[in-house]
């Protein structure tokens, strides 16, 4: 067996190289989301239509998330908007993955003192409900807080509500 001597510059960058790793992996676990800010049961509030307005749009609430998709007010546009803890902030990602393998990336728009919204685009939408309809549960991740928040939730009963509103 031989030793092989690398040049010094060489370590050096070795060394930088494995330092730099080790910070990014503490820093990843300090971030890793801790119980009071990651469900670790699947939300099971139902999906819900609401026709009060005239026009009915599909939603499901629970603690951190929202999720509304209909049609455009006056057109057969499928819309779709998530909402999600105003501790979040404008430009931040969120990621929604179905248990079918899908997975979406999105950015939050707009932020108020109750929550920041984010819409999906025109044009992802249709895939989005096609994708929730197949699925049996979903995921929404992002940071709040410089916590990372992840929220499970049940797509029970989508497919009926979707059809409901017509967007289906």
Same mark, same amino acid.
């Given at each position: 067996?031989?030793?092989?001597?690398?040049?010094?510059?060489?370590?050096?960058?070795?060394?930088?190289?494995?330092?730099?790793?080790? !910070?990014?992996?503490? =820093?990843? $676990?300090?971030?890793?989301?801790?119980?009071?800010?990651?469900?670790?049961?699947?939300?099971?509030?139902?999906?819900? !239509?609401?026709?009060?307005?005239?026009?009915? $749009?599909?939603? &499901?609430?629970?603690?951190?998330?929202?999720?509304?998709?209909?049609?455009?007010?006056?057109?057969?546009?499928?819309?779709?908007?998530?909402?999600?803890?105003?501790?979040?902030?404008?430009?931040?990602? !969120?990621? !929604?993955?179905?248990?079918?393998?899908? $997975?979406?990336?999105?950015?939050?728009?707009?932020?108020?003192?109750? &929550?920041?919204?984010?819409?999906?685009?025109? =044009?992802?939408?249709?895939?989005?409900?096609?994708? &929730?309809?197949?699925?049996?549960?979903?995921?929404?991740?992002?940071?709040?807080?410089?916590?990372?928040?992840?929220?499970?939730?049940?797509?029970?009963? &989508?497919?009926? $509500?979707?059809?409901?509103?017509?967007?289906?």
């Amino acid at each position: 067996m031989s030793i092989v001597r690398l040049p010094i510059s060489l370590y050096d960058r070795l060394l930088k190289a494995c330092a730099a790793l080790a !910070v990014v992996a503490a =820093a990843i $676990v300090a971030a890793s989301p801790t119980p009071a800010h990651a469900q670790t049961e699947l939300a099971r509030e139902m999906w819900q !239509v609401d026709c009060e307005t005239g026009e009915c $749009v599909a939603y &499901f609430r629970t603690t951190g998330l929202e999720i509304f998709i209909g049609k455009a007010s006056g057109t057969q546009t499928m819309v779709a908007e998530f909402r999600v803890m105003a501790e979040s902030s404008q430009g931040a990602p !969120v990621t !929604v993955r179905v248990n079918n393998g899908w $997975v979406g990336a999105m950015t939050i728009e707009t932020c108020n003192e109750n &929550f920041c919204r984010l819409a999906v685009d025109l =044009a992802n939408t249709p895939s989005l409900v096609e994708q &929730f309809k197949g699925g049996n549960d979903a995921i929404v991740a992002y940071v709040a807080s410089g916590k990372i928040i992840m929220i499970p939730f049940n797509l029970d009963g &989508f497919t009926g $509500v979707i059809k409901q509103v017509g967007a289906g």
